[in-house]
């Protein structure tokens, strides 16, 4: 290598960079990446003019340009943001296999000449803005670009958590947590609002009041927090259109309880309004159970209550007759964690604006539509009455009152069916007398959405049957999608400009189902070679962080395979884990010549797991464990290796997706509502191992079924098996393999061994055992298309060109269309 070449545009951009060798030529042999890097840092890390340095990236999210302290205000922020991106844009259309802009993820480069210098940077990296826990918020953040970018008229609300979800660090193989305060160094993209705020209230007690003669009951409220919005701009791809993430804050109330300071406990007092004030400090990371918490109770609250302050205030600038509420709003609940809004908007209307109930209700129902994203019974919330109605005693009256016009109602329509009537009522009796946020929901929404056509027929026919009976017309469904923006423009810039080459167009970009043009191509060899190039060059990527994360190096002949997600027991990633203990008792009796036979793999998994979910813990534990064992073998080398990756979050993602052979969505079929990680994979090019689970039926649909590796048991044959119980066939592999953990072969003997119960013969629940057989067929099956590089490569191919339905485009189309009934809106500039 003889120089690198970087040249700046103004103080900000790096323009221009390549290495070179020394009679001049371009390198593009990135295996000398090390050699790169380090010829870059001697050319141009020293001073030179003092601003520029080169680094090895760990957040690997491509050129990160340093913002804090250099620009104000967002126009101008922006500004420099769009002249960045043109010339990425610019890099993509020069080198069709972006080599330029890969080797740019391995670098930073940041200004220095402003009062830091540049170590300070290197602490400063841009992490994700963790606010969520898991698919359902990532799904969310891709429903805010497609709107954005298909110009629809929505805003998205939630809250401004100061600590986001806990960062995973694993220390000895076992999980721990660590805080996420992510605002440590700002948000340069958000912008606080403190002319919005609203008085968010709690606690008090409800009295009647007198008016016009009549009874009413009015809140008189105990304790006020501020609620301060900070709004978050998503612009839209190809449009001007930028819409709104209004996340709101909690601030003490500058109204001061003065009998407290009077009776001089200014302390304590002080120290009261700190609690309160600490509302939307921690998002709670257990992504599915709810333990009936007062202060997640008192989130929602929060959240639902400046929201619809907000929205209120909004629609009452422009129209004074709340009749014209349902054709100006429209509001959606994603699960149930907003449904309180139902209540709440109840309250405005009768008790502050003073509408009749009735009426009120009409209007309500008009407005709501409801998705939701489970199946798994813990999933739908309860809340404990004794709880709401301490913390908000107005609105338990409300909802008991929506509740017994309810069961007026659905007596007339189906007489005195006591079992079914109490299935269904809002309020569910019993040890602890709770309010079913579903069942709420329900009621209150004109569509109630499942997120793949199986969950919302799993829904009718099972969960919510009751319901659908009375109200078919209610129930549709809309599968989920993701936003190729990210999964692909983003985070897989080679893959983005292979696609515009031979598709001769970036219009793909604004409309995913021109990617089934590449079946055009699957025949062309130029075209699957560059596809093949552009695979290694993100294994590369993933090669080297996973080095990096783990010191284990991994050969790019193998095999990537990768699970990662949230860890849970439906999700079996301990099947997974299963399957390559397999995987190495079998390497480990085969014949030396045999070995040479078999398709090296780097098995990939990673997740968090909830800190409160011991399970889940000891599957990552016990990932660990066997890693040890394998990685550590000799004679097993580069057959087989076992990497648990650390913190799993979007950027992992980012540079994960993008590198994978193989994925694996392993939910016990019925479980998986959706699943959005498997689009991922998909659009990247990436051949799935799947059940016959959530939105996977429908990709089955749009590749056919010879381009995925399917298994495991169906849908309606699960409840059946369960029946079997003890009397469950379980092939021989799996008792073995069960038995080496249960014997200590990966050590950690009895810590394992609750681990080893939850999967014994009838006890196994999410089905392991009967579904291991199929599943190790599966493997076989992806084993040997492996070995035939243009089978695979046609496979891969056609996976990507079957992607474009699983874009969160078509999926906030159909919202729009069908659930909210809106229409694009460009903004007149
Ligand atoms: C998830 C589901 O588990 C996924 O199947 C689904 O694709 C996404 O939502 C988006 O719809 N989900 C979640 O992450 N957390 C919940 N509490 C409920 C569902």
């Known amino acids: 290598i003889d120089r690198a070449i970087v040249e700046f545009e103004g103080d900000f951009f790096i323009k221009r960079f390549f290495v070179t060798d020394s009679h001049g030529n371009k390198i593009e042999d990135l295996e000398n990446l090390e050699r790169i890097k380090r010829a870059l840092a001697e050319a141009i890390g020293g001073d030179g003019d003092g601003t520029v340095s080169v680094v090895k990236s760990t957040a690997n999210r491509g050129i990160v340009v340093r913002r804090a302290g250099l620009v104000e ?192 406990d200014y302390i304590n007092s002080i120290v009261n309004r700190q609690r309160t004030e600490s509302i939307s400090n921690v998002l709670y990371p257990d992504d599915r159970s709810h333990q009936g918490k007062e202060m997640r109770l008192k989130q929602q609250y929060f959240f639902v209550s400046a929201s619809l302050q907000d929205i209120i205030r909004r629609f009452k600038e422009a129209h004074n007759n709340f009749d014209e509420l349902p054709e100006k709003v429209a509001l959606h609940l994603n699960d149930t964690h907003p449904s309180l809004s139902i209540a709440e908007i109840m309250r405005i209307l009768v008790d502050e604006e003073q509408l009749d109930w009735n009426k009120a209700w009409n209007i309500v129902c008009k407005i709501f539509s409801f998705t939701t994203h489970t199946v798994v019974a813990e999933g739908l919330e309860k809340i404990p009455t004794d709880l709401l109605g301490s913390l908000l005693p107005r609105h338990l009256q409300i909802l008991y009152k929506i509740n017994s016009n309810f069961m007026e109602e659905l007596k007339k329509r189906i007489g005195l069916d006591y079992n079914r009537l109490s299935r269904m009522s809002i309020v569910e009796e019993g040890a602890v007398k709770s309010i079913r946020m579903a069942n709420l929901s329900i009621i209150c929404s004109h569509t109630v959405n499942g997120v793949s056509k199986l969950h919302s027929d799993t829904l009718k026919m099972r969960t919510f049957k009751d319901f659908y009976e009375l109200w078919p017309e209610k129930f549709q469904y809309t599968t989920n999608g993701v936003t190729q923006r990210r999964w692909i423009v ?85 099947l997974n884990i299963f399957g390559i203990i397999h995987r190495y008792d079998c390497l480990k009796n085969m014949d030396k010549n045999d070995r040479t036979k078999v398709v090296p793999r780097v098995c990939i998994i990673g997740g968090k797991a909830a ?110 098996l369960r029946e079997k119980g003890g009397a469950l066939k379980v092939p021989l592999q799996f008792a073995r393999v069960l038995r080496m953990v249960r014997d200590g072969y990966f050590g950690d003997k009895d810590y394992f061994k609750s681990l080893c119960d939850t999967v014994e013969v009838g006890n196994d629940f999410y089905l392991l055992g009967s579904d291991f057989g ?16 243009e089978k695979w490569t046609k496979m891969s191919i056609l996976s990507a060109a079957g992607s474009g339905r699983f874009s969160s485009d078509r999926t906030i189309r159909e919202y729009a269309e069908r659930t909210w009934k809106i229409d694009p809106c460009q903004c007149p500039f």
Request: a negative charge; glycine letters at 8%.
């Open 490 to 574: 983003v985070s897989n810039p080679s893959l983005c400009a292979l696609l515009s080459k031979w598709l001769g167009t970036e219009a793909w970009i604004r409309n995913a189902d021109l990617l089934t043009g590449l079946r055009d191509h699957v025949d062309n060899t130029g075209f699957r070679h560059e596809w093949k190039m552009v695979k290694r060059l993100n294994k590369m990527r993933l090669a080297e962080y996973i080095e990096t994360m783990s010191g284990v190096k991994v050969s790019l002949d193998a095999m990537f395979d990768v699970q990662v997600k949230r860890i849970h027991e439906y999700k079996r990633q301990l």
């Open 611 to 720: 800190p409160g979910y011991e399970i889940a813990k000891k599957i990552i534990k016990l990932c660990h464990a066997v890693a040890e064992k394998i990685n550590n073998d000799a004679d097993i080398g580069d057959l087989l290796k076992l990497v648990f990756i650390p913190d799993y979050n979007v950027s992992v993602a980012e540079m994960v997706i993008p590198g994978a052979d193989l994925s694996q969505h392993l939910s016990t079929a019925g479980h998986e509502a959706s699943g959005t990680g498997s689009m991922k994979f998909l659009m990247n090019g990436c051949l799935l191992l799947a059940t016959a689970d959530g939105s996977t039926v429908e990709i089955i649909e749009e590749i056919g079924s010879d381009n995925l590796f399917l298994f495991g048991a169906k849908v309606q044959e699960v409840a059946e």
């Open 73 to 264: 205000g967002f126009g101008e922020r922006k500004a420099k943001a769009e002249r960045m991106f043109s010339l990425m844009d610019g890099f993509l259309k020069n080198d069709p296999f972006s080599l330029q802009k890969d080797i740019l993820h391995h670098v930073e480069y940041t200004v220095a000449r402003s009062r830091f210098n540049f170590d300070d940077y290197e602490a400063y990296q841009e992490g994700d803005a963790a606010l969520g826990n898991g698919g359902l918020a990532r799904f969310s953040a891709c429903q805010m670009d497609s709107l954005a970018t298909l110009d629809y008229p929505a805003w998205g609300y939630g809250l401004r958590y100061e600590y986001g979800l806990f960062r995973q660090i694993i220390v000895d193989g076992f999980q721990h947590e660590q805080p996420d305060y992510w605002l440590n160094f700002g948000n340069p993209w958000e912008i606080e609002r403190i002319h919005v705020t609203y008085e968010v209230k709690f606690y008090g007690t409800v009295e009647d009041v007198d008016r016009n003669g009549e009874k009413h009951e009015v809140w008189i409220p105990g304790e006020t927090v501020e609620a301060v919005a900070y709004d978050n701009p998503i612009p839209g791809y190809g449009t001007r259109n930028t819409i709104n993430l209004r996340l709101w804050a909690a601030k003490p109330s500058n109204h001061f309880d003065l009998e407290a300071y009077n009776t001089g």
């Open 774 to 789: 199929s599943y190790l067929e599966a493997q076989a099956a992806a084993d040997k298309a492996f070995v035939e590089p």
